[in-house]
């Protein structure tokens, strides 16, 4: 697609927004009508890239929605807490997690400056952010969208993180201010949305999760691992800002708040590839997956 | 819960059937209160144990919903079709796939005497089979619930399987008569609901899933292997008539039909562990999933 059919794509976007079904553009369409403009480049202060033996994880940070659980990572990170930690959990169709291996055994890393314990960020006021909302019957939430490529779901007053794949949460015990960014999972299976509000989550793993879910499941009880010889090391965690600039990965991740963004959503609710017989017309926020594109 | 308690729980449900939110019993506690008649045993004419060098999977067909790719399938197997096929996809969060490796050479295995292309059966009427529905806003369809333990979605006249975590469906080409049972997928990511009317979906994996879902990634395009080298050899597929009475796994599975399903659900819906704050009064179908034991 050319600029100018982009023009005649948008156009018949408006047209969609009444009557969906019209549009008649694939996602291979959409992708293809892109411009530089409807990508955005993630701030490197909020990146951690994870390295293990396998290759990288890199996973985005979302401040907006849990600024003091990310305080305390960032703490975490740049004091090195997290190398050489483990995961020690992988749990078929539902979360990897890591943490300390020592920590029950009395041996536990030491915490540095970062805080032993850090209030509960389930959930936020709606002023102050913008959610850019997809209309979806959505089984958790009234009202869902993207803020800033954040799944997040909202009862018009609150607004939070949704549990869709790949997103990055701060373990808890059974206390809500238990958590504190020393123990984190990743969602590797179905969305566990009844996690919504009772987790803080605080991002997305935007590259590499490949190398967490192909991680043989833990035979004991909710997929910990039985023995820590199974567990995989973490050679390191490293703030975005920390990794030397040219072995950052320029990583473009599509905006969620553009017309294009719209187009996009609109190729997923209505399928227009051949191959689709039923092109549903309906879409979850969780089987949206905002494009994200290695550029070099 | 011994039988008194669990006479109280029935009791306790009726209401909450009205309230819902009055329901205070834990999935464990209804876990614990199941009797013998709460289990069904699948008959083994209807799964498929697949061998891979790391352990078995064990698959259930649902005749009910595509019977004559059921019967194909079932041909396959019993000719041994199967035998020494492989694993030559697995797309992260989407599926696994399988299919003679040989059919792009020209080499293809011979079908025997199972038919080249079976209808589509993507949907059938509702007339017939029993769902269980399942109260939920569910994005794709206007009803949604069990039938015979799988998950279905309907409109009040047609029926369909979902395509949740771990159910196996028919790969086809563009033509929607091009599938015949040769090449399956199991869906190991989120689930792909869109995919629903549009595939064949024939049954679910009720154990060993995560000799699948952990496999490697493909790095080709959609998650296939760029070389067969890296594809998994599946040893055998058998009928589960047709695997020894000594090897067969005592399997069972929760029944979706009775008042205890009722109960489970209302427990995963209402969460009432002590860990949970939110307990969120909702679900989604894709987010049940029935219990499944091994009573050796």
């Known amino acids: 697609m050319n600029t100018l059919v982009r023009s005649t794509a948008l156009i018949l976007m408006s047209l969609a927004s009444i009557s969906g079904a019209d549009e008649r553009w694939s996602t291979a369409d959409v992708m293809a009508g ?29 401040p907006a929605f849990a600024p003091q659980n990310i305080l305390n990572i960032k ?11 483990a995961i020690i959990r992988s749990q078929d169709n ?8 020592a920590e029950e055994e009395g041996t536990a890393k030491s915490l540095g400056s970062a805080k032993e314990s850090v209030k509960a960020e ?31 779901g909202s009862d018009g007053t609150k607004a939070w993180l949704a549990h869709c794949y790949g997103m990055v949460g701060v373990a808890r015990d059974n206390e809500t201010d ?20 009772n987790v803080t989550l605080v991002g997305r793993v935007i590259s590499g999760i490949e190398h967490m879910t192909v991680l043989p499941r833990g035979a004991a009880e909710m997929g910990y691992y039985e023995s820590l010889d199974e567990a995989t090391p973490i050679v390191r965690i490293r703030l975005g800002v920390d990794v030397a600039p040219e072995d950052r990965v320029k990583i473009e991740l599509m905006r969620t708040d553009t017309e294009a963004f719209s187009d996009y959503v609109m190729s997923r609710r209505y399928r227009h590839e051949e191959w689709f017989v039923e092109p549903t017309g309906r879409i979850e926020i969780c089987n949206i997956n905002p494009p994200i594109r290695v550029t070099e």
């Open 75 to 85: 703490t975490l990170a740049e004091e090195r807490y997290f190398d050489d930690l």
């Open 34 to 62: 892109l411009e530089a403009s409807d990508w955005r480049q993630p701030d490197p202060a909020n990146l951690l890239y994870m390295q293990l033996a396998s290759g990288t994880v890199i996973m985005e940070l979302a």
């Open 94 to 101: 539902y979360v990897v997690q890591w943490a300390d291996p």
């Open 178 to 197: 238990s958590g504190n960014g020393t123990s984190l999972y990743v969602v590797t299976g179905h969305a566990p949305r009844h996690l919504d509000r």
């Open 122 to 152: 389930f959930e936020r006021s709606l002023d102050g952010i913008e959610i850019v909302t997809i209309e979806s019957r959505d089984s958790y939430a009234e009202i869902v969208g993207f803020s800033n490529g954040f799944p997040a």
